[in-house]
Structures are given as structure tokens and as C-alpha cells.
């Protein structure tokens, strides 16, 4: 069975950082995409960032581009999320998801068929 254990949340100031991770296990990951999806309060659940495992290509949302950061511990079957210059716009429960999804497909809910529990990011301005 697959897992997707988010950690990493918490309080912090708007300009400061926060690193998700997110520990994969259950079966082999490397044809996968690993994908980190945000939903704030009242809002739909938005893409964030994803990351092919095979290649490391990466995909980020126009909102987190040059912010943040996602990467890959292969040996650890883990995917993290390392945010910078935070504001608090990006206050949310952040997800992490597993799939093969392709292209668009990536930046979509319905191409990825796992998900962790969610992590809660408050950004106070």
C-alpha cells in the first residue's frame, strides 16, 4: 500500500522559510511524478510544484516561481518542497500527491492517484 507522509509545517513570518518533506513508501517510485498541491481556507486545492522522478524535470506554478524549490532524495524515497521569501497568500495545507500523470496532466488533482495527509503552512504578515 502506498504511503505519502507529509512534514515540515508551521508558523512563520512572511520573508521566512519552510522545508516540506514528503516520505514515500509501498512500492518503487521511479516512473512517477511527485507533485505538491496547496488549499487555503475556502479555496480550491492549487498545484504548487512537480517533480519527475525519473529525469528530475521540474513544473512550478507561476505563483511559486523563483520562491520555490522542489528536489529529491532518491535514496530516501523522499520529495521536498523548500519554500523561500514566503508571503501570506501562500497560508494553505500543503499536499503531497504521487501519479503518472504527463504534461498538463501534472499540474491537475486527477493525475495523480496518491496523497499524504496534508501539512498546515501559516504565513503571519
Known amino acids: 500500500q502506498v504511503q505519502l507522509v507529509e512534514s515540515g509545517g508551521g508558523l512563520v513570518q512572511a520573508g521566512g522559510s519552510l522545508r516540506l518533506s514528503c516520505a514515500a513508501s509501498g512500492r518503487t517510485f521511479s516512473g512517477y511524478v511527485m507533485g505538491w498541491f496547496r488549499q487555503a481556507p475556502g479555496k480550491e486545492r492549487e498545484f504548487v510544484a512537480a517533480?519527475?522522478?525519473?529525469?528530475?524535470?521540474?513544473y512550478y506554478a507561476d505563483s511559486v516561481k523563483g520562491r520555490f524549490t522542489i528536489s529529491s532524495d532518491i535514496a530516501k524515497n523522499t520529495v521536498y518542497l523548500q519554500m523561500n521569501s514566503l508571503k501570506p497568500d501562500d497560508t494553505a495545507v500543503y499536499y503531497c500527491?504521487?501519479?503518472?500523470?504527463?504534461?498538463?496532466?501534472?499540474?491537475?488533482?486527477?493525475?495523480?492517484?496518491?496523497w499524504g495527509q496534508g501539512t498546515q503552512v501559516t504565513v503571519s504578515s
Open positions: 500527491a504521487g501519479g503518472y500523470c504527463s504534461g498538463n496532466g501534472c499540474s491537475a488533482r486527477r493525475g495523480y492517484a496518491y
Open positions: 517533480l519527475r522522478w525519473s529525469s528530475g524535470s521540474t
